[in-house]
């Protein structure tokens, strides 16, 4: 296992890679290209120079998140060859850089959305929040507005602005689609670019839906055990595997962590976990919390330890944290509460892999 930690690189972060570097376990960045539009290739240099930088700060950069999708890939038009030709060049610079896992997403027209972005816990920090009825009260665009003027100047991923103008005619095309064709588009272009990322040793992991429930109408496919398995048939490489994000699952109160974790790890098709906790306000809405079991609705022990008993061997990063002690940062993603959580998730890892080795335990 591999601790990590997700960094926004040319200036797009307040947290810096020395920062990063003193955090005790931390050995990388899951980071990405920001500039790079949606459907285009990579550039082999701007990697190069970006792996320089990072490997100049003791630090290894062996997962990006995410290459984003086109659009046209998740609806299937024409156009997508061209897109997914792309991607597979993308693949191809990202070997190259020493890239090992992947995380993207599948998720049409938006990637994770929330109510609020700095909603206020009884200890004075602020969370990135979810309420159901105010987020489907508004339309995505206004949603978009909303988060944009929380986000503090810091680019939200996923909310890129070239995705905004069209969300309201995607939403419109999406519900002519059947959750078959979905399907079938992912399973093109899962056939089209995993050989690639097999030849080149990378692990491909999807994100799943966040949250795991439609909005919108909008097909959602990653989010409890049954479309996973479903998923991961579409093609049977191990190269073709998953984000475990506890997170995302974990909203839905059905979908049994622990259990989910232990089927897929132990099959070795989770590549990266994304581990936070949140805690339920309601059927399908949650606040999300510090990492700690006892400040949120998740347990984080049964969790970490699913992973350790499966022979997890892939990339950690502490998920979203709270705001705390003035941290002014990119909502979810500042300094302090990823890296108090990152330690509380190793201190787990080490008291449960020394207690399941005789002699070492207590
Ligand atoms: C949110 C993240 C997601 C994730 C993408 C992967 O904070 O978990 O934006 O990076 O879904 O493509």
Redesign the pocket.
Known sequence: MKMIL?WFPFGDDSVTLPQIRQIPGVSGVATCLPAVPVGEVWPRETLAGLKKEINEAGLEMEVI????IHEDIKKGLPSRDRYIENYRQTLRHLGEAGIKCL???F?PVM??ARSDLAHPLPDGSTVLSYRHDQVTQMNPARIAESMASKARGYS???WEPERLSAMASDIEFYKSMSRDDYWKNMKYFLDAVVPVAEERGINLA???D?PPWPLFDLPKVISNVENIRTFLDLNPSRANGL?L?T??LGANRQNDLPALIREFAGRGRVHFA?IRNITYRGEVDFDESAHLSECGSLDMYAIVRAFHDSGFSGYIRP??GRMIWGERARP??GLYDRALGTEYLLGLWEAIDKGARPGTGV
Do not use: A
């Not at 998140?65 to 984003?68: A, H, L, P, T």
């Open positions: 997700r998140e995410s290459v984003n995380c993207y997403n998720m990637d994770w939200l991923p996923g999807i994100h799943p966040d984000t994000c997170g995302s994304h998920d979203h979810g993603y």
